[in-house]
């Protein structure tokens, strides 16, 4: 199993990050702890150097299996279902503007957040078409330079858009683009799915990038989700993307990484 660590490139308010701050320092520990790669949680691509975000992250012997985008909504408010079209315009040419570092370093694009959530005055029905449109054309945009996009299933907590995996897979139909997946997160399944398993096998080889945490969103092994039983349906589909670690820095960021690795390693898939 090929692991992650999800790692921000600027200090941010999305608290499920075990590593914020000193890129270079951040990066040198994940892979001392023994990680095969690092997601990025890049804002704008604009705002970081990615020829030596890549340097740092190639030299020390690490993937980059994914960009995570969500920072744009979460500090920038940008989003996919904005009801003001500069907005969501806004939205469709940033996550543009990280192909071509996505084209470089193989990873996948991931849609959180930055699909946005159902605002005053939007029905449910307007907000999936303008999602399903803008989809259509970042997937369009990400095609020829070989780059898949991953939409992540997000609880009810957080948006009403796209809360399952079952919502995610009708709207890959709806998009129809080939380099269209989901990026499931075993902390969102806990809350939404009936039968986690069953739902990761429902997805065959449409799962792009996977998100873990345990259900109370610190490192997997410190909650009581069934990790063996999880990754058995997720390797089960012919999965062979990376796992990622997204959960809460605690007891504090070392200490989680640590453990997250000692846990998921020991089940030896
Ligand atoms: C991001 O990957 C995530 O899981 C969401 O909870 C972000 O708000
Ligand atoms: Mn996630």
């Known amino acids: 199993m090929r692991l992650s660590i999800v790692l921000s490139t600027h200090v941010a308010r999305f608290e499920a990050v075990a590593f914020k ?3 270079e320092s951040n990066v040198n520990k994940i892979a001392a702890l023994g990680y095969d790669g690092v997601e990025l949680a ?15 992250v190639s030299g020390q012997g690490l993937k980059v299996p ?37 084209a470089q370093t193989g990873a996948a694009i991931v849609i959180g957040l930055l699909r946005g959530i159902v605002k005053a005055g939007v ?7 303008w999602l399903a ?24 907590y957080e948006t009403t ?38 739902s990761i096998r429902a997805c065959g080889d449409r799962i ?5 945490a345990d259900s109370n969103r610190w490192y997997p092994g410190a909650g009581h989700l069934n990790f063996p039983s999880i990754l058995e ?9 990376f796992v990622s670690g997204e959960f809460m820095p605690l007891p504090d960021a070392d200490t989680s990484a640590r453990q997250a690795i000692a846990f998921l390693r020991a089940l030896d898939f």
């Open 66 to 102: 994914a960009i995570g985008t969500g920072q744009a909504w979460g500090e920038e408010g940008l989003s996919f279902t904005d009801p003001d079209p500069a907005i969501r315009a806004a939205a469709i040419e940033r996550t543009i503007s990280h192909v071509p570092f996505a």
């Open 123 to 129: 029905t449910h029905a307007q907000a999936m078409d």
């Open 208 to 212: 792009f990038h996977f998100h873990v």
């Open 233 to 241: 349906a997720l390797f089960g589909t012919g999965y062979q993307g």
């Open 21 to 23: 701050g000193d890129f």
């Open 161 to 198: 858009l796209i809360n399952n995996l079952t919502q995610g897979l009708d709207l890959l139909e709806q998009v129809g683009a080939d380099n269209m997946g989901l990026m499931p997160d075993t902390f969102h399944m806990n809350i939404e799915e009936p039968i986690i398993e069953d």
């Open 42 to 56: 890049i804002r704008d691509p604009k705002l970081v150097d990615g020829a030596e975000l890549w340097r740092i």
């Open 133 to 156: 449109d803008a989809l259509q054309q970042c997937c369009a945009a990400a095609r020829p330079h070989g780059v898949r996009l991953a939409l992540e299933p997000i609880c009810r």
